[in-house]
């Protein structure tokens, strides 16, 4: 970045979104700085983006332009690829201009006797169109597989913890330090794209599920929230939600704050959403005072660990605090069961707490400690 303005903008000009005198001093900073690309951290109409390119001497994106193409480059999978390319075409859609004047008009029919055909405008919205639809045709599929994969998921006897957080929270490096992986952590915008999980080890549970989601960011576009919306309903079906959160950044409320309006968005409110707690990361970062005041809070709450995903501080107490919310408002269950059932039998040793069993007439009777969720999952296997 060679320089940067900030403005207040009291009144949205419909042309250029900035007043005239704000317009001109950006174009003076660009010639100046030689800049090649003016960034505008707002969503920018198609006509003020065209307005200020012709203003500023200089290609213009904004806000989402830029986050899409950040998105491009981190994309690693075919899904996620094509989840860029599905929320690239629809911003794109409305951003065609007017770049084809010499064949702005085009001929149907034979001779000098056909009406107007398509304008070339025209034949690239059809074309995005059907780009578009192709492209959700494939990620219906993959929404399709994804769903079978949960299913199997919820038929095995693991919970499934999803880490949700702002982006650049540390989410990745917090997986890599509890599964020992190598997943691309870095300190940059959008570093994990498409979901991630690997199984770990928590006191009392042989396996666990974890899975490293997508960042989030305040105002995501809507594009953006709607191509995602499959890799993120992985959220949805999780048994517990680990937000981390970074208590060294300055705007660390208002980022809790945007996590919990896309999950709000996601359908996962208060009501009927999976249990959630709160990772402090980065305290490592603070002074003594900010430390000491944040450490005190967190003891007066059952819902909140501070950690230092790189230094590997609190993550004991964060596993424990974990496996503490997968077994909470549990409750004994006494179950009769055929001897011969194996499968069932290893899924009530796995996913819950094993009190009392006897066998009785070929029949193995339990008492089984186990949570509200699992309950649940235990009576669809029986009706399946």
Do not use: C
């Given at each position: 970045m060679v320089g940067s303005r900030s403005f207040r903008v009291r009144t949205v000009r419909p042309a250029t979104l900035l007043g005239k005198g704000q317009v001109e001093e950006l174009a003076e900073l660009a010639k100046d700085k030689g800049a090649g690309l003016l960034i505008v951290d707002a969503a920018l109409a198609p006509i003020q983006q065209k307005n200020l390119e012709e203003e500023a001497g200089t290609k213009v994106i904004d806000r989402t332009g830029l986050i899409l193409e950040i998105f491009g480059e981190r994309a690693a999978t075919a899904e996620g690829r094509l989840q860029v390319e599905l929320a690239h075409l629809d911003y794109q859609a409305g951003r065609l201009v007017r770049s084809w004047t010499h064949l702005e008009r085009q001929r149907g029919g034979f001779g000098f006797l056909g009406?107007?055909?398509?304008?070339?405008?025209?034949?690239?919205?059809?074309?995005?169109?059907?780009?578009?639809?192709?492209?959700?045709?494939?990620?219906?599929?993959?929404?399709?597989?994804?769903?079978?994969?949960?299913?199997?998921?919820?038929?095995?006897?693991?919970?499934?913890?999803?880490?949700?957080?702002?982006?650049?929270?540390?989410?990745?490096?917090?997986?890599?330090?509890?599964?020992?992986?190598?997943?691309?952590?870095?300190?940059?915008?959008?570093?994990?794209?498409?979901?991630?999980?690997?199984?770990?080890?928590?006191?009392?549970?042989?396996?666990?599920?974890?899975?490293?989601?997508?960042?989030?960011?305040?105002?995501?576009?809507?594009?953006?929230?709607?191509?995602?919306?499959?890799?993120?309903?992985?959220?949805a079906s999780a048994d517990l939600l680990v937000h981390v959160r970074n208590m060294a950044h300055p705007d660390r409320e208002a980022q809790r704050e945007d996590v919990d309006d896309v999950l709000v968005s996601l359908g996962l409110g208060e009501e009927g959403a999976p249990p959630r707690i709160e990772a402090w990361n980065k305290v490592d970062l603070l002074d003594a005072e900010e430390r000491g005041r944040l450490t005190e809070e967190a003891r007066r709450r059952a819902d909140v660990v501070p950690i230092s995903a790189i230094s590997g501080e609190g993550l004991e107490a964060l596993r424990e605090r974990m496996a503490e919310r997968l077994r909470s408002g549990e409750q004994v269950h006494h179950i009769r069961i055929a001897a011969t059932e194996g499968s069932k039998i290893a899924w009530l040793h796995s996913r819950g707490e094993v009190i009392e069993q006897k066998i009785e007439d070929d029949e193995l009777e339990l008492s089984v400690r186990l949570s509200p969720d699992n309950w649940a999952r235990f009576q669809a296997l029986e009706s399946a």
């Open positions: 009406g107007p055909g398509e304008t070339q405008i025209e034949a690239d919205r059809r074309m995005i169109r059907d780009r578009m639809a192709k492209i959700r045709r494939e990620l219906d599929q993959v929404k399709r597989t994804r769903s079978l994969h949960r299913d199997r998921r919820q038929r095995a006897p693991w919970p499934v913890i999803a880490l949700v957080g702002y982006t650049n929270a540390g989410k990745s490096t917090l997986f890599n330090r509890l599964t020992g992986e190598d997943v691309f952590a870095e300190n940059l915008l959008f570093a994990t794209l498409d979901p991630t999980m690997r199984d770990i080890r928590l006191p009392g549970f042989d396996k666990v599920i974890l899975s490293d989601t997508v960042g989030f960011v305040s105002d995501l576009p809507t594009e953006l929230i709607a191509a995602f919306r499959a890799t993120l309903e992985e959220v």
